[in-house]
């Protein structure tokens, strides 16, 4: 894995790095050597010699230049130091095939030389603004390392770069590292994918793909690299809390001083005898690898006579007949001429094709480099040449779009524009095709009139012009962009009766079933999910439907309103889809309800922003009407503002910094309220780790304090892969253990439908071993799944332990609409027998279960919830934990809301206030457009949508002040 830090000092580096006295020569024994054209362009070429080093690191320049200067504090330079995964290093090292660390040198080398050409830069003053160039050039020294401070075989390279770059302008400046840092993950990436080429060529097989393009060595155990991996089990000794953070911080903690080798010899022979302890073959699998090479090479090599040349043949496809298939099965973004191309070029295609569809699953554009580390860390035989080239290619046959946002450049696909396109298309094509219900006048004095009188409430101007909006509209898709807490709710009552009053039916649509839920309790509206009106109309969305099912389905939806809850939940997918039913249905209104600012869908797109920046008409409501704490609400209106440092201000006297055990504490706070006070209490946690915490900690807690029944039910359960479909046709996703649903039959395979065990993984093949509920075992092969699926083949699931008692409270992982179990939906265990498990839904429906019951495979416990769950939701108080470690976690719509669940209170855990808050204020957590990133939104719009009214005219935009002002008086409406 690669790192990257500070250099501290110019003269500690020199010793550190370049000083003979440091590492002895044999550990040492090709370290120091120059790189890069910034040394090369400052005549340092070859050897590393301290004192030259030294002086570069100060900002010496050889030709008697300076950069920074003596007053100032000059950076010396950035360490990236490149570790080969530890198998590798035992061959290297203790079986002696040096030729590992040679291949290795080169993948590293070549890295840094893709570095200095595309992530070099300097910053310059220009137009009055300081901006960052790139430059083209570092001067790099780079030193190999071969143990580690436990004195275990530890390949490693450290590449000093120096805080030096020459510009565009020929001046030296300091050099402008930012994206050596961010970027540090893709150069592994680069490394490890060069090094995979390297070393097939020598005959040895990678091992299974790990996280960043790592991978072992095939033939090496797990326990074999632990066991000769006492460093790194120090650190993982010492880690305290999520993120790479807390992981430099425990390798800091815990480094000894280097010792100097006395014997090298005897250091070699002790780590062969541990290897030969543990039976650890390493010569056995160095020959196949040269067999495996040999074959490779037998058509250059004369000199060998008929009989070897066939018997090395004969090995050598033994051991290749489970190898790489050099023509991939057929992919859309693969074109069959490429196919006889060279491998490295059907592998960059293939792998950039995967690249594309992984990410386009989740983001509408995406990063260059984004692309690039994707691909790579597919692990196909590839480089990142032939993927930059695939990638172009791509880019000029029209299938990536090029963009700019968000002060980087963007890639979307022609797939992504479209898709967009049609959403706005559709929801132009249904301006003027409906009847207002009501005058704007009428609608206005009728929606007061009838919220006072049926449920006691007078609307705000917000809540009465979306209102007005809802009822005098000709158009048929309308929005209502609502803060968090702005009273949307309370809106739909009146408008739902008056509607009803005039002959529509009101239907309720929300991407969760616990939003349906809320939805139909707080409004009365009869709703389902979405993605069942769907597919109830599954029939008429495809392409050639009957007339007949058309006007079947148009009879069943006349006169009907739908309204969409927490639209900017909704991807672009069910969007486009969701919009063009409300067309072909012919309904009398498609209102979208939601709030831009707060989580979008977990897939791509942002198409409720989208639609309100091309024109529709929409009506803003940006009243908070559920905190009634005044400084839990000015908190509010910061976040929703995007004062980040603003709203934690507010709240200081209500933030608890912990270094660790932020979950333990949490859960503390949560236990020592009285049980009334629990009730409206509700805790948050920001990632997926820290609400396991929080869960396993309340519950533990409970039973200490004898709240839980006694009796234990062990449960396995099933938690759900966050895998995108493309992840899926990849072996590698997949370990032993697991568990993977079919949702449709595999007829090329002979397998059906429904659940298989994961037996065993071979990397080699590509193949699974399944085992089916009757015990049978099937072969199954993942990269036979379809490459351009617009929906979900498979689901895999990780097997967990969960223990339950008579008092927790679960939810739901999975449905079970016939018994009215709910995915997300919670329950009360209010009894565990010999055979059964009673229990509460949140509606107050009993259910009893076998203990065998399947549903039972489907629940967590429920005392904490992250932010995806708890969006729509409202308590009186809560307990949130965030860590500024979970970077994509920590951003501003989590934070939104996060603290905008509340009406009185919130106490927030963190690591550390001043962290979190700057990586809050980087990370806006925005899902991206790629209509906005190509800048072809105003175009799409120019059709006439933006032509629609935008309601927000008609309720004066209101500063903090006023908002506080107005809320300072008693509330009479509901939330």
Not at 422 to 435: F, H, P
Not at 524 to 550: C, P, Q, V, W
Not at 761 to 786: A, I
Request: net charge positive.
């Amino acid at each position: 894995m690669l790192s990257a830090s500070n250099v501290r000092s110019a003269g500690g580096a020199a010793n550190y790095f370049a000083a003979d006295n440091y590492y002895t020569k044999s550990d040492a024994d090709r370290s120091g050597q120059w790189i890069g054209d910034g040394a090369e362009r400052l005549g340092l070429r070859g050897q590393v010699e301290a004192p030259a080093f030294e002086a570069l690191l100060r900002g010496e320049l050889p030709n008697g230049e300076r950069v920074g200067s003596d007053k100032q504090y000059h950076r010396a330079g950035t360490d990236l130091t490149f570790s080969l995964p530890k198998s590798w290093s035992l061959l290297a090292l203790v079986g002696g095939d040096k030729r590992i660390i040679d291949a290795y040198r080169t993948a590293v080398t070549e890295t840094l030389q893709w570095a200095e050409k595309n992530i070099a830069e300097t910053r310059v003053f220009s137009g009055g603004k300081i901006k960052a160039v790139g430059t083209g050039n570092l001067a790099i020294g780079l030193f190999q390392h071969d143990t580690n401070r436990n004195q275990e075989p530890n390949v490693h390279f450290h590449a000093v770069v120096a805080n030096v770059t020459q510009g565009p302008d020929a001046k030296w400046r300091a050099l402008h590292n930012d994206k050596l840092w961010s970027n540090n993950t893709l150069l592994n990436s680069i490394a490890m994918a060069r090094f995979r080429l390297e070393i097939e060529k020598l005959g040895y097989a990678p091992g299974r793909q790990g996280k960043h393009g790592n991978f072992e060595a095939a033939g090496i155990s797990r326990e074999a690299v632990m066991a000769f991996s006492t460093r790194r089990q120090e650190v993982l000794d010492a880690r305290r809390g999520p993120g790479m953070e807390a992981g430099k911080i425990a390798a800091l903690a815990t480094r000894a001083p280097k010792e100097a080798i006395k014997d090298r010899d005897a250091l070699s022979a002790t780590w062969r005898e541990a290897a030969q302890a543990m039976e650890l073959d390493l010569g056995g699998l160095i020959e196949k690898a040269n067999i495996r090479a040999a074959g490779l090479e037998l058509d250059q090599n004369p000199n060998l006579s008929l009989a070897q040349k066939g018997m090395i043949f004969l090995r050598a496809f033994a051991e290749r007949l489970h190898g790489y298939t050099a023509k991939p099965a057929s992919d859309p973004l693969v074109q069959a001429h490429i196919l006889n191309k060279p491998r490295e070029e059907i592998a960059a295609a293939q792998a950039a094709a995967s690249a594309i569809r992984h990410l386009a699953q989740r983001e509408a554009a995406f990063g260059i480099h984004d692309i690039y580390k994707t691909a790579l860390d597919f692990g196909l035989p590839t480089s990142i040449a032939h993927v930059e080239r695939r990638v172009r290619a791509l880019v000029r046959e029209g299938e990536l779009v090029r963009g700019k946002g968000r002060d980087r450049d963007f890639l979307t696909t022609r797939d992504a524009l479209q898709i967009e396109q049609r959403i706005i298309g559709q929801v132009e094509a249904g301006r003027g095709k409906t009847e207002p219900v009501l005058s704007s006048q009428m609608a206005g004095e009728q929606l007061q009139a009838v919220a006072g009188l049926n449920f006691g409430m007078t609307l705000n101007k917000g809540q009465e012009s979306a209102g007005r909006m809802i009822l005098s509209s000709s158009n048929r898709t309308l929005a209502v962009q609502g803060i968090a807490g702005a009273g949307k709710s309370s809106l739909l009552k009146p408008v739902s009766q008056l509607l009803g009053e005039n002959g529509k039916t009101v239907l309720g649509l929300a991407v969760q079933n616990t939003l349906v839920q809320m939805l139909e309790r707080d409004t009365g509206i009869a709703s389902m999910t979405l993605a069942r009106f769907i597919g109830n109309h599954k029939k008429i969305l495809e392409e050639g439907a009957s007339k007949k099912d058309i006007l079947e389905a148009k009879a069943a939806m006349k006169n009907h309103v739908l309204v969409l809850d927490e639209a900017s939940m909704v991807s672009n997918v069910e969007k486009e889809k969701l919009v063009r039913l409300a067309n072909l249905l012919e309904v009398d209104r498609l209102v979208m309800i939601g709030d831009k600012k707060q989580l979008g869908a977990v897939d791509a797109g942002k198409p409720f922003a989208l639609v309100q920046s091309a024109g529709i008409d929409t009506a803003k409501m940006i009243t908070n009407l559920r905190a009634r704490d005044k400084t839990l609400r000015r908190a509010q209106y910061s976040a929703q503002a995007g004062n980040i440092g603003e709203a934690m201000s507010y709240l200081k006297d209500h933030i608890v910094e912990t270094k660790e055990g932020s979950a333990l504490i949490a859960a503390e706070r949560w236990l020592a309220l009285a049980p009334e006070e629990r009730q409206s209490t509700a805790i948050y946690a920001s990632g997926r780790a820290l609400r396991t915490a929080v869960n396993e900690a309340v519950q533990s807690g409970l039973r200490a304090n004898n709240e839980l029944g006694k009796r234990e039910l062990k449960l396995q359960t099933y938690s759900r892969v966050n895998s995108t479909r493309e992840e899926l046709r990849y072996v590698h996703s997949y370990k032993p253990g697991m568990m993977i649903e079919l949702k449709t039959a595999d007829r090329a395979q002979r397998l059906g439908k429904g659940q298989y065990d994961v037996v065993s993984v071979n990397e080699r093949t590509k193949q699974l071993v399944l085992k089916d509920r009757k015990g049978r075992e099937r072969s199954f092969q993942v990269g036979k799944l379809r490459a351009n699926a617009a929906e979900d083949q498979i689901a895999l699931y990780e097997k967990k332990q969960l223990g339950i008692f008579a008092g927790d409270k679960i939810r739901w992982t999975d449905s079970d609409h016939k018994r009215g179990l709910f995915n997300a939906d919670q329950a009360n265990i209010t009894a565990i027998d010999d055979k059964h498990v009673n229990l509460q839904s949140s509606s107050g429906v009993e259910h009893r279960l076998r203990h065998d019951d399947p549903m039972l495979k489907r629940v967590d416990l429920a005392y904490a919830l992250n932010a995806h769950m708890a969006q729509g939701l409202t308590s009186d108080r809560g307990i949130a934990v965030m860590d500024s470690r979970e970077r994509n976690l920590s951003n501003k719509q989590t934070f939104l809301v996060t603290i905008t669940r509340l009406r009185d209170g919130l106490t927030l855990i963190v690591d550390n206030r001043e962290k979190l808050e700057a990586v809050v204020e980087k990370n806006d957590g925005v899902k991206t457009s790629a209509l906005e990133v190509t800048a072809r939104l105003g175009k799409a719009a120019a059709t006439g949508l933006a032509k629609g009214q935008d309601i927000a005219s008609t309720e004066p935009q209101k500063n903090q002040r006023e908002l506080e002002k107005e809320h300072s008086k008693p509330l009479d409406m509901g939330i």
